[in-house]
């Protein structure tokens, strides 16, 4: 939440350059305040899993938000019940007229696919492009982000001689940066992947800015320059045990997967798993949270469109 002080006070120049989100008395009597809308376009089959995951990180501020669930409607999920999905979930074609402050575009278990042979990649691309002209931020995370990587700048997937398996440390390049302000210098992120982005096909679009990466896990946090797509390489959101079922799961398959990485205490199953990356999650979500309560329009239908 922003902080009222006089616009005299020498501290407000100085964090105003920080983009610490401080406002004057004047704006401060005058400030519309309303729900923010976000909606969670939740691509994964473990649906109940990730939504709570995801609303868990919502619901970490003291911003008032109204949720929306969304699927595909050229999809059918076989693994969470069809009830739930009727009883929560709506399509595009729903809200298709519709305004939101924020979107949430998550992972998917599609990374051998092309794009174009995702069975849903169509109505994916619809749903990308509207985010341009109805959603004022919206969040790619893991696949999601390679999905729209794809879709709005042409940039590539490539996979990974073996699957990135993990918690791994990861370093900021933009201190200034709204979405991780309050970071420490090192801070950790789970991942879990067979694909990767190259940072230097990111490079090579000057509308995008790589806020954080990993020396192991390459480009991490993506922003357009006008800071209203973001993209996340990497799982935040994950819980404490989210890894440890997913390894079990693989070795009861008789798969080949190594112990993930710096997530068991010593990388020995048996110690135990050593949490490291929930206060930086929960900071990263409630520092989108708040830029977007900041500096979306109360009126979301004079939102304006991107390029």
Known sequence: MPILIPKNLPAYSILKKENVFVMNENRGQTQDIRP?????VNLMPT????ETQLIRMLANTPLQVQL???????????????????????????IKSQKFDGMIITGAPVEFLNFDDVDYWDELSVLMDYTKKNVFSTLHVCWGAQAGLYHHYG????????KLFGVFPHRINDRTSEFTRGFDDVFYVPHSRHTQI???DILNQPDLEILAESEEAGPHIICSKNKRMLFIQGHMEYDRDTLRLEYERDLSRGLPIKVPANYFKNDDPGQGIQIRWTGHANL?????????????????????QME
């Open 284 to 304: 990263f979500f409630a520092n989108w949270l708040n830029y977007v309560y900041q500096e979306t329009l109360y009126d979301l239908e004079q939102l304006p």
């Open 47 to 50: 649906k109940k899993v990730t």
């Open 155 to 162: 940039i590539r997937k490539y996979e990974l001689p073996e």
């Open 198 to 200: 190259r940072k230097e």
């Open 36 to 40: 923010l809308r976000v909606a969670i």
């Open 68 to 94: 929306f669930l969304l699927r595909m409607d050229t999809h059918v999920s076989k693994n969470t019940d069809q009830s739930h999905m009727e009883t929560f979930y709506t399509t595009y074609d729903e």
